[in-house]
């Protein structure tokens, strides 16, 4: 047994075969699974999409780099269950890509976020986290609420997300600046289109407290509103086990 | 091929290659990576055997401990409550004054509170409860909706101004903005309403103008904060009469506030607590207060 690789070592297509062979199982393991995807991952049938202002606000998370201090994936341990809510489950990050689990929490896990503080504590905290939680060492990010947000290739990140298995409409997409627009400007003719196109649910608010003007500051609380809030299934086998 | 020989320093053989004098050894690899290597591996087959491990399409090999991470997390949830429940069972079949006369009781509520309150309040009421600007201050005898442990437990079940349908809803108009007052009425109304908790502030204030302040006040501000200005809680208007201010007491701010309104918001939190948990902080909070007072 001991000689096989010495004897192998001799016989170059022989070994270039073997490492082959060797290096596609660790790919093997990890790809082969995702072909039955579809039936491993839980149910969500009435899963609701980003909207494309929640879409804006995902995008402004990758760029200013929050996944890299803020976790979204709740475990299956005790202490993160009592703490932050029911554990994440596969499925609440269908229409994420990239997903952002994250594996590092210098501050809090953001999965179970969405409606758990105010807007306006968003905007204060985003703008100073001081202000609002003095021990804090978060960084501030107050050029958001004075950037304008950019939305002209807004439905085109929604093609290219729809292209990946996200169910945008052409509806949809061919709205995507408009609603980005309308769902923080309550009461515009905009923001009954959000409505139509999204669901009732959605959250139709001025999230940076100035309704009028649509800047980066809106759409980054309105995703952190969203988190966790696209399916309830997540709360299903907690309400089934008494919990 | 190679020419078999042993090298007379390490007893090794050689590979057979020659460079220039130089000859290359065939050390063996040690025994001990090889014992190593056999034993990691005979940990792996017995771990595949025991515990989930091998994809198999739309199924798993589960092992033969069934160990599922799921059952375990909500397993212990569920026993961590049973043994809460020693205590918790009384909590949630007890009124909050019984609750309240039991001083071990109100030491588990202590604990507990705190920790629940750390987890889900003080991000914006602060750490100590003592609030900040916008965020009210939870240890003062100053409650918009009641400061008994019913009406806070109701509080955080509802929300204000939030997404539940039964939620607290109040409002400070923009009286300055939506032109409902004059700029100098918006400036008397705000000295006669800074008179209230200062009496020095008359002093400085011609008393026409406080009067005209006093009428502007009795017309517009009286349904939400009292005749006595002391404040509604069915209604959530703050007692005006008291030092303790959400947006600040200063001129300025209440200038601001009259000018351009106010909507504070509390999120529901029925969705995200259980009642047991609701219950707990209302007492901690009642008795939070009751120790700073």
């Given at each position: 047994?001991f ?17 082959i ?7 093997a ?6 072909f ?9 049938p ?7 202002l929640?879409?804006?606000g995902?995008?402004i998370?990758?760029?200013e ?16 269950v ?20 994250g ?7 953001l999965?179970r ?7 306006e504590?968003h ?16 960084p501030h990010y ?12 807004l ?7 729809r292209r ?14 408009s ?17 139509k ?6 959250n139709v608010?001025?999230f ?5 003007n649509?800047?980066?500051l ?20 907690v309400?089934?086990?008494?919990g | 091929?190679?020419?078999e ?12 290659h ?11 690899v ?5 014992f ?8 792996s ?6 515990m989930?491990?091998?994809p198999?399409?739309?199924?798993y ?13 909500t397993?212990?949830?569920?026993q ?7 205590w918790?069972?009384r909590i ?9 006369a039991d ?12 920790t629940?309150?750390g ?18 201050n939870?240890?003062?005898a100053s ?7 019913e ?15 039964q ?24 000295n006669?309403?800074?008179s ?5 502030v ?13 009428a ?8 939400c ?5 002391k ?12 030092r ?9 701010s ?9 909507q504070g ?10 009642p047991?948990?609701r ?15």
């Open positions: 047994m000689n096989l690789h010495y004897r192998l070592e001799r016989k170059t297509i022989g070994f270039l075969l073997a490492i062979g060797v290096a596609s199982i660790g790919g393991v990890e790809i082969i699974p995702l039955t995807i579809h039936q491993t991952v839980e149910d969500a009435n899963m609701r999409v980003y909207t494309p929640e879409i804006a995902r995008n998370y990758i760029r780099g929050c996944y890299a201090c803020h976790s979204q994936m709740i475990r299956t341990l005790r202490d993160e009592e703490r932050y809510g029911p554990y994440s489950l596969a499925v609440e990050s269908k229409y994420d890509h990239p997903m952002l689990w594996s590092k929490r210098t501050g809090p896990d999965a976020m969405g409606n758990k503080y105010s807007d504590w905007v204060r905290h985003l703008n100073n986290p001081r202000d609002v939680v003095p021990e804090s060492v978060m107050s050029w958001l609420g004075r950037t304008e947000l950019r939305s002209e290739d439905g085109r990140h929604m093609v290219a997300l990946v298995g996200v169910p945008y409409t052409d509806d949809m997409i061919a709205n995507a600046r609603d980005a627009y309308g769902q923080a400007a309550p009461d515009t003719p905009f923001a009954e289109g959000v409505t196109r999204y669901g009732a649910a959605t608010r001025a940076d407290g100035k309704p009028g649509l800047t980066e809106d759409a980054l609380v309105a995703y952190l509103q969203i988190l966790g809030k696209l399916t309830d299934a997540a709360h299903k086998p309400a089934a086990a008494g | 091929m190679a020419v020989e042993r090298d007379p320093y390490t007893g090794h053989m050689t590979t057979g020659e460079w220039n004098g130089i000859k290359e050894l065939n050390t063996p040690p025994r001990a990576v090889f190593f290597l056999i034993v990691t591996a005979l940990f087959v017995g771990y595949w055997i025991l989930p491990a091998w198999l399409g739309v199924t090999t589960k092992g033969l401990l069934g160990i599922d991470q799921r059952n375990i997390v397993e212990s949830v569920k961590a409550a049973v043994e809460r429940g020693v918790t069972s949630e079949a007890e009124s909050f004054k019984d609750i309240q001083p071990r009781l109100m030491e588990r509520v202590r604990q507990t509170g705190r629940l309150f987890d889900n309040c003080a991000a914006c009421h602060g750490s100590n409860a003592r609030g900040g600007h916008g965020f009210p939870l240890t003062t409650w918009l909706w009641g400061g008994d442990p009406s806070i437990a109701e509080t955080i079940r509802v929300g204000i101004n939030s997404t539940h349908p939620t607290r809803t109040s409002q400070m108009m923009a009286f300055g903005r939506d032109q409902m007052l004059k700029k100098d009425e918006v400036e008397n109304v705000v006669y309403v800074r209230l908790s200062d009496p020095a008359a002093k400085d204030v011609p008393a026409a103008k406080m009067e005209a302040g006093k502007v006040f009795a017309a517009n501000c009286v349904a904060h009292g005749d006595d200005a404040g509604k809680t069915d209604l959530g208007g703050p007692d005006l009469t008291d303790f201010w959400i947006y600040g007491g200063d001129a300025e209440i200038t601001t506030t009259v000018w351009g309104g106010r918001q509390m999120p529901s939190w029925e969705g995200r607590l259980s047991l948990d219950k707990i902080l209302a007492l901690y909070l009642f008795d939070l207060r009751r120790e700073q007072r």
